[in-house]
């Protein structure tokens, strides 16, 4: 009797380790013949929105970029040249932390004078019919264009500034001013390093990573 619980024992932990062997082989396999496509996907879709904010350019921005590591940003600079391999844009992504139902992710295009060529959220879970309309409003996001530092009121009107809110929901509208206007503000506080790079960057045809 004893010898037979034994044997059961084994049995089933032969079985739980063949298992799990089968089912790491399954991920992995998944894993390789997946990666490729969703990488694929992923870059068609930066590419997309990168078109959105930028300027006409001559060059692949995801292939031109400077690779940041501040204390204000840690994200790729993506650069708009022109047919004389003049930077003519930059884009790259803030964050806003405060949104009404979590982090909204927003690509931005700055000119080098310092002023937003377009701004676009990329990804969102705002309450949609309420907060959404920060990719349902055209009219609201295209209102970014332009904008500098000091020639508008950083602010949603409710708190004194230029920007529209929508009923019902200032938290979202108010969120994304914000992460923009930090974003501008880290455009300004490194503009000249930012541009030198981009030079130096096309000479050598590297990445180049900012120094803390």
Known sequence: MENKKNKD????????????????????????????????????????????????HTNNPI???????????????Y???????QVIA??????????????????MGVLPTGAIYAVRVTDHHETPGLGDGIVRNKGWIDFFSGKTLDNVRWAVKKDGGDFDQFTGATITPRAVVKAVKKGLEFFAANRKKLLDMSQHLDKHAEKETLPL
Do not use: C
């Open 9 to 56: 024992m084994l049995m089933m932990v032969v079985a739980l380790t063949l298992t799990t062997v089968i089912a790491a082989f399954l991920l992995g396999i998944t894993d390789i013949f997946t990666r490729e496509p969703i990488i694929t996907a992923q870059r068609a879709m930066l590419h997309r929105s990168l078109e959105q904010v930028l300027p006409t």
């Open 63 to 77: 292939d031109d970029q400077l690779v940041l590591k501040t204390v204000q940003l840690h994200t790729p600079i």
């Open 90 to 107: 930059l884009a790259w992504e803030v964050i806003a932390p405060d949104g009404y139902s979590g982090s909204i992710r927003i690509l």
């Open 79 to 85: 650069l708009a040249r022109n047919a004389q391999k």
